[in-house]
């Protein structure tokens, strides 16, 4: 997961709203947004190499966690995949703020991450770098992705700028997590290729070239790129929306499913194409 949005105690109805685009190699083997086989209250994506995952819930807790990396020209090579730091929070007990104790202490066993944590109370962000630390996140429209926290990237000004024009309408207001949702300007975000000035563009240490061809929302180069679009609303009655799409190395449409699970709901799901 490289880039995400997300609006805590903004919304009406959600305490959180969550946005998120996952950029990856295409030959790296991926499952589709469900429940997991080994945790079946845990559903998202998986990471089918390492058994992890970037964004996830539990649907029978409040309980959510999503990752990404943070770029660097020369990094590491970490004894533990960033994955697990998902996997582990999901299926543990430990509240937010613990967990990201944890990790400050052992932190750097991972690749280079940014981690938000959710345990429906606190929502933490965590990182291990420049060293392990975490904070707590207060009200309002925020964005993350390969940098510190709030750096604002261009493409994460554009997305955390969609969230809040999206929350400020009438369909966002009226938007519930449930099948009805209007999620498509939402998506039309997620989908946005356009890069920006070389002025704007961060320097990380990767080049110029390497900067701009990362700096759009979407990403479509050969082998790697924009592989899932996703979107978490958690209601305050205690249903979950979880809307994905998935696509192809061309950037195409490959498949979309949206899951309602939680109090109150039974998990239904759009089938996948």
Known sequence: MCLIAFAYHVHPACPLVLIANRDEFHVRPTAPLGPWDDHPDIIGGRDLQA???????????????????VREAT???????????????LRGSEPAVAY??????????????????????????????????WETVQAGVHGLSNGSFEQPWPK???????????????VGRAS??????????????????????DSELPDTGIGLERER??????????????RASQIVML??????????????????LMGEARL??????????????
């Open 51 to 69: 058994g992890g995952g970037w964004l996830a819930i539990d649907r029978q807790r409040s309980r959510l966690a999503a990752v990404t990396n």
């Open 75 to 89: 990094p590491p090579s970490p004894a533990r995949s960033r994955g697990a730091l998902v996997h582990e929070f």
């Open 100 to 133: 990201a104790e944890l990790r400050r202490v052992d932190g750097n066993d991972y690749g280079p991450f940014n981690l938000l944590l959710w345990d429906g109370e606190d929502l933490i962000v965590a990182t291990n770098r420049l060293k392990p630390r």
């Open 156 to 170: 994460t000004r554009k997305l955390t700028a969609a969230l809040g024009d999206w929350l400020d309408s009438a």
């Open 176 to 197: 519930l997590p449930d099948e009805a949702a209007d999620l498509e300007p939402l998506y039309a975000a997620l989908a946005d290729e356009h890069r920006p000035a």
């Open 213 to 226: 061809l990362l700096s759009p929302p979407f990403i479509k180069l050969p082998g790697y790129g924009t």
């Open 235 to 252: 209601g305050r009655d205690g249903r979950t929306l979880f809307a994905e799409r998935r696509f192809a190395a061309d950037g195409g």
């Open 260 to 273: 309602v699970a939680g109090r109150g709901a039974a998990a239904v799901g759009r089938p996948s194409m």
